[in-house]
């Protein structure tokens, strides 16, 4: 390949999160900026998360140091910590981790979806700003295509894998149109926020209760959902379809008592689903008629078992992107042949159409649809001679011979700098 695609990276693998942190590019436009001007990049693409801070750039001639130094200087870092935390791979390699990262394979749970989103995200803004071009615009659309094949085809997505995903998943498969259910919260810790986060990602609205209504509106402002008031809770329950509890109590909240008084004031079930530790929910509500209760342990197995499930299916995700980066680099080569290929094509349709204007003069043709007849005659000719030599220097630039292409270039005269 002529020029280089890279991609240069700092994730939760080789770094911890505060020093990870530290690589972090606040201000993405300028910096695309800065990285084309200052690295001579022609393409990037940047990818952010809490877990990967990474860049993808195109380069004939690639400066590692150069691009350790603007990235020093984006982010204020001291050039040394590069060398300690930053990894990077080309071409082939760079493609695998591409497609290992639209796979999910690459993240700190194997499968999540967010990632891929994320991917989809950044390529949009980069193409938004012109700061991709051909080459990672390819690059990135087939990867994302390929990405989500595997993912589909594989499974590996398959199945709730945190606490919080695997509990809505409960509620989607026992409730019939929970969109249309009243939902509620309780609790604003670390596993409420993974319920939230995944109520939101899922359109659902809800409502979220604490201690203190304060608590609950600032957690809201940031998960979604609306906050009420915890009293109102209480001794309201039979207003709520799903329930999810998530606190630390050391008693239980959701009494025996309270959700008999509530179960006779509803015509339809409740689900409850106690994600504390220790339980808030008394165990004697699941003797309820028309009550369904899973408690942490029970949705703590399912997630254990999905997450086994993922691990099974590495291997089989592995040897197809194996397959795949193969076919991706090949249509990665032969974009280094297309300027030439359209330049001669150009050309000589051009020289053409020029001679085809000639012989209807000297014809003295005036029938239109003689005229189209000679037109589209021109036009097969043309088109039968150029299209197997092309073809040809088309395969090569897949192949990797970057002489066949540099000799063509020269019989068609082809000025790659004017070009580009």
């Not at 393409?43 to 691009?67: G, H, P």
């Amino acid at each position: 390949m002529s020029k280089k695609i890279i991609n240069a990276r700092v994730t939760f693998r080789n770094s911890p999160i505060h020093i990870l942190e530290k690589f972090t590019i606040r201000d993405v436009e300028s910096a695309y900026l800065q990285f084309r001007k200052n690295s001579g990049l022609e393409e990037c693409v940047i990818i952010q998360t809490c877990n990967r801070i990474e860049l993808f750039a195109k380069s004939k001639n690639l400066d590692y140091e150069k691009i350790k130094k603007t990235w020093a200087s984006i982010a204020g870092l001291d050039q040394e910590l590069f060398d300690e935390n930053l990894q990077i791979d080309e071409n082939d390699k760079a493609f695998h981790h591409l497609l290992k990262l639209t796979s999910g394979l690459d993240s700190m749970v194997i499968g999540e979806e967010q990632i891929l989103g994320q991917i989809k995200t950044s390529i949009t803004s980069a193409r938004n700003i012109k700061a991709s071009g051909k080459h990672l615009n390819t690059l990135f659309d087939k990867a994302i295509r390929i990405g989500t094949r595997i993912r589909n085809s594989s499974g590996i997505s398959q199945g709730g894998i945190s606490v919080g995903s695997m509990a809505v998943k409960l509620a989607e498969e026992n409730i019939d149109e929970l969109k249309s259910k009243k939902i509620l919260l309780i609790g604003t810790g670390e596993v409420s926020t993974l319920i939230a986060k995944s109520l939101q990602r899922r359109g659902y609205n809800f409502v979220v209760t604490s201690r203190t209504l304060e608590r609950s509106q600032t957690f809201c402002e940031t998960l979604g959902g609306k906050a009420v008031k915890f009293e109102n809770v209480l001794s309201g329950f039979e207003n709520y379809d799903v329930i999810f509890v998530a606190t630390t109590a050391p008693y239980f909240l959701v009494t025996f008592d309270r959700i008999i008084k509530a179960s006779e004031k509803r015509k339809d079930g409740m689900m409850i689903l106690d994600l504390s530790n220790p339980r808030t929910v008394d165990e004697r509500v699941a003797t309820i008629g028309g009550i369904k209760l899973m408690n942490l342990d029970q949705i703590a197995e399912m997630v254990e078992k999905n997450m086994n499930a993922r691990l099974n299916k590495v291997k089989t995700v592995e040897n197809i992107i194996n397959e795949e980066v193969t076919v991706l680099e090949a249509s990665m080569k032969r974009l280094d042949a297309e300027p030439l290929v359209k330049d001669v094509f150009k050309n000589i349709d051009s020289l053409r159409q020029k001679e085809f204007e000639k012989a209807i003069s000297m014809l003295d043709e005036k029938d239109e649809k003689k005229i189209k007849i000679i037109e589209e005659l021109t036009k097969a000719v043309v088109e039968s001679i150029v299209a197997t030599p092309m073809n040809n220097i088309r395969k090569a630039s897949e192949q990797g011979k970057p002489d066949l292409l540099e000799v063509a270039s020269k019989l068609f005269d082809y000025n790659k700098k004017e070009q580009e």
